[in-house]
Protein backbone atom coordinates (compact mmCIF):
# COMPACT_ATOMS: atom_id res chain seq x y z
CA UNK A 1 0.00 0.00 0.00
CA UNK A 2 0.93 3.62 -0.65
CA UNK A 3 1.96 5.95 2.31
CA UNK A 4 -1.26 8.04 1.85
CA UNK A 5 -3.07 4.82 2.31
CA UNK A 6 -1.37 3.92 5.62
CA UNK A 7 -2.04 7.50 6.89
CA UNK A 8 -5.98 6.40 6.18
CA UNK A 9 -5.69 3.22 8.48
CA UNK A 10 -3.35 4.98 11.09
CA UNK A 11 -6.61 7.71 11.31
CA UNK A 12 -8.70 4.68 11.65
CA UNK A 13 -6.98 3.20 14.34
CA UNK A 14 -7.22 6.21 16.15
CA UNK A 15 -10.80 6.66 15.61
CA UNK A 16 -11.70 3.41 16.92
CA UNK A 17 -9.66 3.77 20.27
CA UNK A 18 -10.82 7.11 20.94
CA UNK A 19 -14.53 5.32 20.44
CA UNK A 20 -13.33 2.88 22.42
CA UNK A 21 -12.40 5.18 25.26
CA UNK A 22 -15.42 7.07 24.84
CA UNK A 23 -17.81 3.99 24.90
CA UNK A 24 -15.74 1.94 27.60
CA UNK A 25 -15.59 5.24 30.27
CA UNK A 26 -19.79 5.57 29.41
CA UNK A 27 -20.70 1.57 30.13
CA UNK A 28 -18.29 1.39 32.91
CA UNK A 29 -20.40 4.35 34.28
CA UNK A 30 -23.57 3.02 33.32
CA UNK A 31 -22.85 -0.33 34.31
CA UNK A 32 -21.96 0.25 38.17
CA UNK A 33 -25.24 2.28 38.41
CA UNK A 34 -27.35 -0.18 37.10
CA UNK A 35 -26.07 -3.20 38.49
CA UNK A 36 -25.54 -1.51 42.14
CA UNK A 37 -29.34 -0.47 41.38
CA UNK A 38 -30.29 -3.78 40.66
CA UNK A 39 -29.39 -4.62 44.52
CA UNK A 40 -31.10 -1.67 45.89
CA UNK A 41 -33.57 -2.39 48.77
CA UNK A 42 -36.33 -0.06 46.40
CA UNK A 43 -38.66 -2.44 44.73
CA UNK A 44 -39.13 0.45 42.20
CA UNK A 45 -35.34 1.55 41.91
CA UNK A 46 -34.99 -2.34 41.56
CA UNK A 47 -37.33 -2.79 38.57
CA UNK A 48 -36.37 0.50 36.38
CA UNK A 49 -32.54 -0.89 36.60
CA UNK A 50 -34.38 -4.06 35.28
CA UNK A 51 -36.26 -2.63 32.63
CA UNK A 52 -32.92 -0.89 31.60
CA UNK A 53 -31.11 -4.11 31.06
CA UNK A 54 -34.07 -5.97 29.59
CA UNK A 55 -34.40 -3.72 26.62
CA UNK A 56 -30.80 -2.80 25.88
CA UNK A 57 -29.92 -6.28 25.94
CA UNK A 58 -32.77 -7.18 24.09
CA UNK A 59 -32.01 -4.60 21.41
CA UNK A 60 -29.34 -5.12 18.51
CA UNK A 61 -26.62 -2.34 19.07
CA UNK A 62 -26.34 -2.02 14.85
CA UNK A 63 -30.48 -0.83 15.21
CA UNK A 64 -29.31 1.47 18.19
CA UNK A 65 -26.87 3.33 16.62
CA UNK A 66 -29.23 3.79 13.58
CA UNK A 67 -31.88 5.04 15.37
CA UNK A 68 -29.74 7.31 17.35
CA UNK A 69 -28.17 8.92 14.82
CA UNK A 70 -30.97 9.12 12.02
CA UNK A 71 -34.34 8.88 13.64
CA UNK A 72 -33.38 11.04 16.79
CA UNK A 73 -32.89 14.08 14.22
CA UNK A 74 -36.44 13.56 12.64
CA UNK A 75 -38.03 13.40 16.06
CA UNK A 76 -36.50 15.98 18.10
CA UNK A 77 -34.40 18.27 15.45
CA UNK A 78 -31.26 18.00 16.29
CA UNK A 79 -28.37 15.80 14.93
CA UNK A 80 -25.45 14.11 17.01
CA UNK A 81 -21.82 14.07 15.47
CA UNK A 82 -21.30 10.36 14.36
CA UNK A 83 -18.45 9.78 17.22
CA UNK A 84 -21.20 10.91 19.88
CA UNK A 85 -24.01 8.78 18.57
CA UNK A 86 -21.50 6.00 18.21
CA UNK A 87 -20.52 6.38 21.82
CA UNK A 88 -23.92 6.36 23.04
CA UNK A 89 -25.53 3.59 21.62
CA UNK A 90 -22.18 1.46 22.11
CA UNK A 91 -21.97 2.62 25.90
CA UNK A 92 -25.76 1.99 26.45
CA UNK A 93 -25.96 -1.32 25.28
CA UNK A 94 -22.58 -2.56 26.40
CA UNK A 95 -23.17 -1.13 29.76
CA UNK A 96 -26.87 -3.18 29.84
CA UNK A 97 -24.22 -6.19 29.98
CA UNK A 98 -21.59 -4.76 32.02
CA UNK A 99 -24.98 -4.29 34.63
CA UNK A 100 -25.35 -7.33 35.08
CA UNK A 101 -21.46 -8.02 35.68
CA UNK A 102 -21.96 -5.89 38.65
CA UNK A 103 -24.88 -7.67 39.53
CA UNK A 104 -23.78 -10.66 39.63
CA UNK A 105 -20.02 -9.97 41.47
CA UNK A 106 -22.02 -8.03 44.71
CA UNK A 107 -24.43 -11.05 44.83
CA UNK A 108 -21.74 -13.31 45.20
CA UNK A 109 -20.12 -11.50 48.56
CA UNK A 110 -20.55 -13.77 51.24
CA UNK A 111 -23.43 -12.86 53.03
CA UNK A 112 -21.72 -12.67 56.46
CA UNK A 113 -19.41 -9.69 55.17
CA UNK A 114 -22.98 -7.76 54.62
CA UNK A 115 -24.36 -8.91 57.91
CA UNK A 116 -21.14 -7.99 59.62
CA UNK A 117 -21.86 -4.85 58.06
CA UNK A 118 -24.90 -4.24 59.45
CA UNK A 119 -23.94 -5.67 62.52
CA UNK A 120 -21.52 -2.61 62.73
CA UNK A 121 -24.69 -0.15 61.71
CA UNK A 122 -23.62 0.97 58.49
CA UNK A 123 -25.80 2.61 56.01
CA UNK A 124 -26.54 0.54 52.55
CA UNK A 125 -24.31 2.69 51.13
CA UNK A 126 -21.22 2.46 54.10
CA UNK A 127 -21.90 -1.11 53.36
CA UNK A 128 -21.64 -0.99 49.29
CA UNK A 129 -18.41 1.27 49.56
CA UNK A 130 -16.34 -0.37 52.40
CA UNK A 131 -17.89 -3.61 52.31
CA UNK A 132 -18.92 -5.45 49.03
CA UNK A 133 -17.46 -3.11 46.30
CA UNK A 134 -14.13 -3.98 47.18
CA UNK A 135 -14.42 -7.31 47.44
CA UNK A 136 -16.77 -7.59 44.43
CA UNK A 137 -14.53 -5.59 41.67
CA UNK A 138 -11.63 -7.97 41.45
CA UNK A 139 -14.12 -10.25 40.41
CA UNK A 140 -15.73 -8.26 37.72
CA UNK A 141 -12.07 -7.85 35.38
CA UNK A 142 -11.97 -11.12 34.15
CA UNK A 143 -16.19 -10.98 32.59
CA UNK A 144 -15.28 -7.23 31.54
CA UNK A 145 -12.15 -7.95 30.25
CA UNK A 146 -14.43 -10.45 28.00
CA UNK A 147 -16.92 -7.72 27.37
CA UNK A 148 -14.11 -4.85 26.70
CA UNK A 149 -13.09 -7.29 23.71
CA UNK A 150 -16.54 -7.70 22.57
CA UNK A 151 -16.96 -3.49 22.92
CA UNK A 152 -13.42 -3.10 20.31
CA UNK A 153 -15.19 -5.57 17.98
CA UNK A 154 -18.74 -3.68 17.83
CA UNK A 155 -17.03 -0.28 17.31
CA UNK A 156 -16.42 -2.14 13.72
CA UNK A 157 -20.36 -1.49 13.72
CA UNK A 158 -20.51 2.52 13.27
CA UNK A 159 -18.63 2.63 9.66
CA UNK A 160 -22.47 1.61 8.60
CA UNK A 161 -22.98 5.40 8.88
CA UNK A 162 -20.30 6.72 6.87
CA UNK A 163 -17.95 7.24 10.51
CA UNK A 164 -14.43 6.80 9.63
CA UNK A 165 -13.36 4.09 11.50
CA UNK A 166 -10.43 1.37 11.34
CA UNK A 167 -13.67 -0.94 9.48
CA UNK A 168 -14.56 2.21 7.13
CA UNK A 169 -10.98 2.59 6.62
CA UNK A 170 -10.15 -0.47 5.59
CA UNK A 171 -13.37 -0.61 3.07
CA UNK A 172 -12.28 2.50 1.13
CA UNK A 173 -8.63 0.87 0.93
CA UNK A 174 -10.25 -2.22 -0.81
CA UNK A 175 -11.72 -0.25 -3.12
CA UNK A 176 -8.66 2.04 -4.00
CA UNK A 177 -7.17 -0.82 -4.44
CA UNK A 178 -9.04 -3.80 -5.42
CA UNK A 179 -7.93 -6.39 -3.41
CA UNK A 180 -9.58 -7.59 -0.52
CA UNK A 181 -7.42 -10.24 1.05
CA UNK A 182 -4.37 -8.22 2.17
CA UNK A 183 -5.92 -5.62 3.60
CA UNK A 184 -8.38 -7.45 5.50
CA UNK A 185 -5.30 -9.72 6.98
CA UNK A 186 -3.89 -6.12 7.89
CA UNK A 187 -7.13 -5.00 9.86
CA UNK A 188 -7.26 -8.59 11.57
CA UNK A 189 -4.34 -8.33 12.92
CA UNK A 190 -4.65 -4.77 14.17
CA UNK A 191 -7.40 -5.49 15.68
CA UNK A 192 -5.87 -8.80 17.02
CA UNK A 193 -2.75 -6.83 18.53
CA UNK A 194 -5.52 -3.57 20.47
CA UNK A 195 -7.24 -6.76 21.47
CA UNK A 196 -4.22 -8.18 22.85
CA UNK A 197 -3.30 -5.42 24.71
CA UNK A 198 -6.44 -4.55 26.51
CA UNK A 199 -6.42 -8.12 27.94
CA UNK A 200 -2.95 -7.60 29.26
CA UNK A 201 -4.00 -4.53 30.30
CA UNK A 202 -7.44 -5.95 32.28
CA UNK A 203 -4.73 -8.60 33.83
CA UNK A 204 -2.51 -6.53 35.28
CA UNK A 205 -5.38 -4.69 37.12
CA UNK A 206 -6.97 -7.80 38.13
CA UNK A 207 -3.82 -8.81 39.62
CA UNK A 208 -2.96 -5.32 41.16
CA UNK A 209 -7.02 -5.24 42.38
CA UNK A 210 -6.63 -8.55 44.48
CA UNK A 211 -2.88 -8.19 45.66
CA UNK A 212 -4.79 -6.83 48.98
CA UNK A 213 -7.48 -9.04 48.77
CA UNK A 214 -7.98 -11.55 51.58
CA UNK A 215 -4.75 -10.29 53.15
CA UNK A 216 -4.90 -10.77 57.48
CA UNK A 217 -4.06 -6.94 58.73
CA UNK A 218 -1.26 -6.47 60.67
CA UNK A 219 -1.51 -5.68 64.65
CA UNK A 220 -0.42 -2.98 65.74
CA UNK A 221 2.40 -4.68 67.84
CA UNK A 222 3.62 -6.25 64.33
CA UNK A 223 3.57 -3.21 62.68
CA UNK A 224 5.33 -1.04 65.11
CA UNK A 225 8.09 -3.99 66.41
CA UNK A 226 11.52 -3.59 64.59
CA UNK A 227 14.07 -6.27 63.34
CA UNK A 228 16.52 -7.00 66.17
CA UNK A 229 20.27 -5.97 64.66
CA UNK A 230 22.23 -9.00 65.61
CA UNK A 231 26.25 -8.42 65.78
CA UNK A 232 28.96 -10.61 64.08
CA UNK A 233 27.88 -14.45 64.85
CA UNK A 234 24.23 -13.58 65.31
CA UNK A 235 24.90 -12.06 68.76
CA UNK A 236 22.65 -9.22 69.72
Known amino acids: MTSGLWELVLRGIWTTVQLLVFSALLGAAVAF ?19 YTTVFRGT ?19 QLVP ?28 PAQREGGIALSFTPWQ ?9 AVPEMIPP ?9 KGTALVSLMGMGDLAFSANLVRLALQESAEIYTYILLIYFVIAFLLTRLMRGLEKKLKAGVGKE ?5 EATRQPEVTGVGGVS
Do not use: C, K
Open 127 to 135: RMRLILLPQ
Open 83 to 110: MWAGTLALGLTYGAYGAEIVRGAIAAVD
Open 217 to 221: PRTGV
Open 144 to 152: FSNLLIELL
Open 60 to 78: SALIMIFWIYFVLPLSFGW
Open 33 to 51: VVGVARTHQSRTVRFLAGL
